[in-house]
């Protein structure tokens, strides 16, 4: 998905582009360098901001950063697109607003790691205590005809044998699709960082 994407490799692209035009790149050569891959989706976006600007189609690099933000989906790097775009068309202090975004955005996955993290507090005392203590309840339920022999026998009912082994190991099945359950909720709270 092109927003987890996004929102993975946004920091690093924006640390790179710091370095890069700290020691004196120029912004065209720091997207060139971005563009030649290692940064997902924004690699390929400034690979081809590259090849349109090299083809001379396009009508310069402003338009192209103006057209990319339309395809942002996440809003880290719609600002990286604007920021990028505001140094084209204004001359701004791109090297300072860029650290001022990457520790705007460290400061958001700090968050969202730390929300994460709250969501999932219970979940591996939950699935410990399901994946132990369900099967231990359930091999006691199966030894019940085992155990109630002889003179006990006389005074109570006990259940079929079958219906027994059925009841423990429907409710092993159960035990398992429940672990599965907790295991996926966990999963899909990942805020893919």
Known sequence: MRILDEKREGLYVIRTLDVLMSSGVGLEAALHTIGQGGYGIISEDFSQIMKQLSSGKSRGLEYELKSMMSLAESDGYRRLLN???????????????????????????????????????????????????????????GLIPQLLTGDIAAFMSIPDPALISGV??????????????????????????
Request: glycine content about 12%.
């Open 83 to 141: 920021t990028l775009y505001n140094n084209v068309t204004q001359n701004t202090d791109v090297v300072d607003t860029l650290r001022k975004q990457g520790s705007r955005m460290e400061e958001e996955r700090a968050e969202e790691v730390k929300k994460y993290i709250e969501e999932l507090g219970g979940v591996p005392e939950t699935l410990l205590s399901i994946g132990m203590i369900g099967p231990i309840i359930l091999s006691i339920a």
């Open 168 to 193: 423990v190991n429907g409710g092993l099945v159960l035990t398992l699709v429940g672990m599965m359950l907790i295991g996926l909720k966990a999963h899909t709270k990942d805020p893919g960082l």
